[in-house]
């Protein structure tokens, strides 16, 4: 399939909520594109209303229909058609609809070009406080806990910050499930980002109790990442050594097993303890 030079589907970021953050490029090619691909066709109608930018030819584009939209969308570019591709807010594709159209027309060897501007993701992470490298996103929870559970497991041991939407109505028992599987962690609600009452909830997920009871908005969720216990001191260590003396087994082996319960502590120093003890 060939294309005119001029024909493109570009990846445009819309505004989280305030309309200060669509960039001028953006607005650009919002306004020149002969096609707007869109997951909610009067959401986005209803956003250039707002921005002043003349009605289009809107075309929905949503999880249940992308499939059945590809041929449609290359056939308008191949006729020399520019499309833009939004979501209902941010950066298209992050956990919004648009991954098989801009992989089909990759494949078709139609060009495609990014407009970047706002992500709720990395505004959160740019203003929770916790860190944010490396960090992975996981967009919507499932709704089911038992696929939760299963979905953070995966993470659980992983030396990284979990960022993920969730529905305020689900918001206080998903944080629940992620305290038991997660562990003690330090984690941020970002609610309402750029808006009028945007604000960001810092707390512990072994501290829950001190959470608000109710959640308005649009809501993003960080939690920081696991957290390195504190080294054992020398005398909670020599106490294991003398427990797990008692059990059996040669000096390694036996260091093994201390330094196993022993954060901070290695089979090594916790070897070299050993035999200082049996020393003593």
């Known amino acids: 399939m060939c294309a005119t030079p001029s024909a493109r589907l570009w990846v445009v970021a819309t505004p989280l909520g305030n309309l200060g953050d669509l960039s001028p490029r953006a607005r650009e090619i919002l306004a020149s594109a002969d096609l707007v691909l869109a997951e909610d066709t009067r959401r986005a109608g209803l956003l250039f209303q707002r921005l002043g930018l003349p009605a289009k030819g809107f075309l ?3 999880e249940h229909n992308e499939e059945a939209r590809v041929e449609q969308v290359l056939a308008a570019l191949a006729e020399g058609r520019n499309a833009a591709l939004v979501s209902d807010a941010g950066t298209p594709l992050l956990s919004d609809p648009g991954y098989r159209l801009v992989r089909a027309c990759r494949a078709a060897g139609l060009p495609v070009s990014p407009v970047p501007g706002p992500s709720a993701p990395v505004a959160a992470l740019s203003a929770c406080g916790l860190p944010p490298l490396p960090f992975v996103f996981l967009g919507f929870l499932p709704r089911k806990d038992g696929d939760i ?3 953070l497991e995966t993470y659980a041991a992983l030396p990284a910050t979990l960022v ?3 529905r305020k ?5 998903t944080l629940a499930l992620a305290a038991e599987v997660l562990g003690p962690r330090e984690f941020c609600v970002a609610r309402e980002l750029t808006k009028e009452f945007e604000e960001f909830v810092r707390g512990r997920l072994d501290a829950l109790d001190a959470l608000p009871e109710e959640f308005l908005g649009e809501i993003t969720v960080v939690l920081g990442p696991p957290e390195t216990p504190a080294k054992l001191t020398e005398e909670a260590l020599l106490d294991l050594l003398r427990e797990e003396s008692a059990r059996g087994g040669k000096p390694r082996e036996v260091a093994r097993r201390a330094a196993s319960r022993a ?8 070897y070299d303890k050993l035999n200082a003890l049996r020393k003593d």
């Open 164 to 166: 993920f939407f969730e």
């Open 169 to 173: 109505t689900r918001l206080s028992s």
């Open 60 to 62: 929905s584009l949503y």
């Open 149 to 151: 559970r299963r979905l």
């Open 263 to 270: 954060p901070g502590w290695s089979a090594k120093e916790a």
